[in-house]
Nanobody, 125 residues
């Protein structure tokens, strides 16, 4: 059974940094596309970043490109999202997700099969 557990969220000041972690169990990450989503109260869920399953190509939303970095550590079976130069509009619950369907060419921000429970990120003075 697939399980994803996020951690690393918290309260940070604008301009600060956080690294989110997503520990996976019940499967091997190297067979899956990985992604991070976020949702703020009253807003639609937004795809933040993903890494394709076949070629490991990466997609970033325009709102985070140049500030966020997605990565995986297959030895630890863990997904990461490094977030730098954080802005108040980054405040949201962040979710990691994985999907077993093939993806490539940066085209990995579609439907996902398995989701974590989320971790809160708050950017405020």
């Amino acid at each position: 059974q697939v399980q994803l557990v996020e951690s690393g969220g918290g309260l940070v000041q604008p301009g600060g940094s956080l690294r989110l972690s997503c520990a996976a169990s019940g499967f091997s990450l190297d067979f899956y596309a990985i992604a991070w989503f976020r949702q703020a109260p009253g807003k639609e869920r937004e795809g933040v970043s993903c890494m394709c399953s076949i070629d490991s190509s990466i997609y970033y939303a325009d709102s985070v490109k140049g500030r966020f970095t997605i990565s995986r550590d297959n030895a630890r079976n863990t997904v990461y999202l490094q977030m730098n130069t954080l802005k108040p509009e980054d405040t949201a619950v962040y979710y990691c997700a994985v999907d077993g369907a093939p993806s490539y060419g940066g085209n990995c921000m579609g439907e996902y099969d398995f989701w974590g429970q989320g971790t809160q990120v708050t950017v405020s003075s």
